[in-house]
């Protein structure tokens, strides 16, 4: 079988100024999105989902890691990373999350990248047009807020209501002026208040 891709669609932001203070360095964003067909739709329901992922998860990866690396100018250029699905009205949540929630599609990214976090991910239904949002974070450290980044785009299009659009980001920095700390710094000073009042 083959994958039944319509379009791919690129989106890239870089962000110059944030709260009225530029950026050091512009933080650039770019998310790549599969629009395919459902090969679930029209169906009913499927009991057994593993004959489609195994024939279309790991080219599906593939293909869109290797436009998102070329958008952002390489992988080690990537900082942070996730993934997202939305699948039209005539499919179920769970067509969108059996392509990407998959090691056949994750994989591909997360060896591209050298990465140790998980892929942080959104999968919903949705109409023509639909908000797409995709949560990222540190593609080797998870407790890195500064890299807590969502990118949010649409296509006017897509999802039909037999399509499913797959998408990965990837992000080459965290949020311009991060001022939040991480989650070390809030366990040191839970211990630490912990201890004072033990103490006292």
């Not at 669609?9 to 933080?27: D, H, I, L, N």
């Not at 080219?59 to 952002?72: E, F, P, Q, T, Y």
């Not at 047009?129 to 785009?153: A, C, L, N, W």
């Amino acid at each position: 079988m083959a994958l039944s891709i319509r379009k791919i669609v690129s989106y890239v932001e870089e962000v110059r100024t944030e709260g009225g203070k530029e950026a050091g360095t512009p933080v650039t964003t770019v998310m790549v999105a599969a629009v395919l067909q459902n090969p679930w739709a029209g169906r009913g329901f499927v009991e057994d989902l593993q004959p489609e992922i195994r024939a279309y998860a790991s080219d599906l990866g593939a293909l869109i890691v290797k436009r998102l690396i070329a958008a952002m100018g390489g992988a080690d250029r990537i900082e942070a990373y996730g993934k997202a699905a939305v699948v039209g009205a005539a499919g179920e949540i769970e067509h969108a999350s059996a392509l990407i929630h998959t090691l056949r599609f994750g994989n591909h990214y997360r060896e591209a990248v050298e990465a140790k976090s998980y892929l942080s991910f959104t999968n919903k239904r949705g109409g023509l047009g639909t908000s797409i949002q995709v949560p990222m974070m540190h593609k080797d450290d998870e407790g890195q807020r500064s890299h807590y980044i969502t990118g949010e785009f649409s296509i006017s299009d897509a999802p039909l209501p037999d399509e499913i659009v797959v998408v990965l980001g990837a992000a080459d920095a965290g949020r311009v002026h991060p001022r939040i700390g991480n989650r070390y710094l809030d366990l040191e000073a839970i211990a630490a208040e912990k201890a004072a009042r033990q103490a006292s």
